[in-house]
Structure formats: structure tokens, C-alpha cells
């Protein structure tokens, strides 16, 4: 089992910024991906960032350029830097891990994220 816990969700308005952390305990494959998917009301899950413990990095598009994935190996702790957020980034954002082995996916229990004025 693999327990993810987020903070650093909250209310911004546009153009500003947050840093969301998650931080991963439990039984940890040293290969593995940290990443952030969000879900905003009414639509499906969708990856956000996700890094990989061999240091590949991918972003959504939509994101690009804006948003900012990082690891730290060593405390098994992911963070996702947002800058200039626009209301189309609100959304419920939530941590995830996953492993090759076995197949492995787990999911933190979400922070949310509102970009309004």
C-alpha cells in the first residue's frame, strides 16, 4: 500500500500562483511515476504533469509553459508549481502514483484549486 498526502490547494485570482505538494509513504518501488491529474466539475480526469523517477517530465498541453513538475526523490514528495492560473485550471487536483510493478496506481485524496476574481 502507498498512502499520498497533498496540501497547497486554495483560492487564487488569475495570473496567480500556487505550489501543490504531495507526499508519498508506505511500500515505494524505486521505479515509479509522482504526478498530478485535476477533474473539474462535470468533466473526466485528466493528467496534469507527471514525473517519472528516472527524471522524464510531461506536461498536458494545456499546461505547458504555466505549470511546473518536480520530485524529490530522496523524501518521495512530488510538487506541481502553478503560475499564471486562469479560471479554467479549477478543478480538484489530485496526487498520483504509479508502478510498473504489479501495475500499481493509487490516488491522494485531492486539494482543491479555484481561480477566480
Known amino acids: 500500500q502507498v498512502q499520498l498526502v497533498e496540501s497547497g490547494g486554495g483560492l487564487v485570482q488569475p495570473g496567480g500562483s500556487l505550489r501543490l505538494s504531495c507526499a508519498a509513504s508506505?511500500?515505494?518501488?524505486?521505479?515509479?511515476?509522482l504526478g498530478w491529474y485535476r477533474q473539474a466539475p462535470g468533466k473526466e480526469r485528466e493528467l496534469v504533469a507527471v514525473?517519472?523517477?528516472?527524471?522524464?517530465?510531461n506536461y498536458a498541453d494545456s499546461v505547458k509553459g504555466r505549470f511546473t513538475i518536480s520530485r524529490d526523490n530522496g523524501k518521495n514528495t512530488v510538487f506541481l508549481q502553478m503560475n499564471s492560473l486562469k479560471p479554467e485550471d479549477t478543478a480538484v487536483y489530485y496526487c498520483?502514483?504509479?508502478?510498473?510493478?504489479?501495475?500499481?496506481?493509487?490516488w491522494g485524496q485531492g486539494t482543491q484549486v479555484t481561480v477566480s476574481s
Open positions: 514525473a517519472t523517477s528516472g527524471g522524464f517530465l
Open positions: 508506505g511500500s515505494i518501488f524505486r521505479i515509479n511515476n
Open positions: 498520483n502514483y504509479y508502478t510498473p510493478r504489479n501495475n500499481e496506481r493509487y
